[in-house]
């Protein structure tokens, strides 16, 4: 019995060690085949490093203003009983706008109006009787200070009926209409928006350190998702004398033609404003830069160190290089690569170091330093 238990176990062993021996070869071939299998060459687009013309821009983020825009509000309480403007309508000053109730004024101006004719009557009678000396001077200064507070009463009257007579206080283009006929309105209340379009502000900040760059008169360029495609050009007006303590930014203002009136206040725009001169960088497309937190990388198209003729593929080096400015489709570099280096245009995402590659242009994308909104 015994016997047989050991036997048994034996051939177990025996069975066990087979197999494993097995497998180990199995593993030591599959080791062998990984050593020895090279990944296929990654199919790549190139560019070659250039150097470009560039105009020197800085760029900022702005934000609309109208040269002029209030909004209308009733100086005295008083009901509206006539609207004379539509609304969205262009008004030129001293249009009218909304007339309220002023029955009693005018009724208060006529009483006026005569207590002043009167005491006009009485201040010439006395004048008359003073030259011939029958009254005394007291009495003419009276009768005088009589008439000039008649005078008085009689412009504070109008002053009230004028108030409640609004009108455009410039020209411009009028906003939703806030009030309806017979309405009651307090002082303060508002009526309507008025604002004036053509020409429009652009409100921007630049960092203190371009303040010696920029100066009334230079040229900007404005965009917005408003108006695809399309570039409005517009002048430095106005350069605030006072930095911005909590940012140490300086804001900057610019005049823009609007006559279409696409331009609304209050709306963001992208603002770059074009310096003098014009400066030479090297340029490569943006696609071809490995962005990442540490430093920003490119890969180098270059010849293997073992050309092999029958399988004509390249080698790409990764090259951490400086970035500067962006324009268009480009962005400068400013250390890192040399005129003239090939580099991968796209797809560098799936790239390593020493990787192999074959380049193939067919699909590039054509790369501008002013692209449309349709080829971004």
């Known amino acids: 019995m015994k016997k047989r238990l050991i036997l048994a176990v034996l051939a177990v062993a ?36 250039s150097l470009q013309t560039w105009e020197p821009l800085l760029t900022a983020v702005g934000s609309l203003a109208a040269v002029q825009g209030v909004t209308v509000t009733a100086e005295l309480t008083g009901k509206v009983v006539q609207i004379a403007f539509t609304p969205g309508s262009l008004v030129k000053a001293g249009d009218l706008l909304v007339k309220q109730d002023t029955s009693s004024e005018e009724a208060q101006l006529r009483s006026a109006e005569a207590a002043a004719a009167l005491a006009k009557l009485n201040m010439e009678r006395l004048g008359k ?70 020409p429009i502000y652009v409100n921007f900040s630049l960092p203190q350190q371009q303040l010696s760059s920029i100066q009334a008169g230079l040229v900007i360029r404005v965009t917005t998702d408003a108006l695809p495609g399309r570039v409005v050009v517009g002048k430095i007006t106005a350069i605030n004398p006072q930095v911005d303590t909590a940012t140490r930014n300086i804001r900057v203002q610019a005049t823009v033609t609007n006559s279409d009136e696409h331009l609304r206040p209050g709306m963001y725009v992208n603002v770059a404003v074009v310096l003098a ?78 990787q192999t590659v074959t380049v193939d242009n067919s699909l590039s994308p054509e790369f501008k330093l002013s692209p449309k909104p349709s080829e971004n």
């Open 277 to 354: 001169g014009r400066e030479k960088v090297l340029a490569i497309p943006a696609t071809a830069v490995l962005y990442a937190p540490y430093s920003d990388s490119v890969f180098i198209v270059e010849d293997p160190s073992e050309p092999n003729p029958g399988r004509p593929v390249k080698v790409v080096r990764q090259q951490f290089a400086q970035l500067g400015e962006k324009h268009g489709d480009f962005v400068a570099v400013r250390s890192g690569l040399k005129e003239g280096d090939t580099i991968v245009s796209t797809g560098v995402f799936k790239l390593r170091n020493g």
């Open 14 to 49: 025996i069975l066990v060690g087979v197999l494993g021996g097995i497998k180990g070869l199995q593993i030591d071939r599959m080791i062998a085949h990984g050593k020895q299998m090279v990944p296929p060459p990654e199919a790549v687009t190139t560019a070659v490093a």
């Open 129 to 198: 009787l003073l030259v011939e000396r029958t009254i005394a001077q007291s009495q003419y200064d009276t009768a005088e200070a009589s008439y000039k507070q008649a005078i008085a009463q009689a412009d504070n009257i109008r002053a009230s009926i004028a108030k409640k007579t609004i009108r455009a206080p410039f020209a411009g283009r009028l906003g939703i209409r806030l009030v309806n006929l017979g309405q009651v309105i307090n002082e303060g209340e508002a009526i309507v928006s008025l604002q004036s379009l053509d």
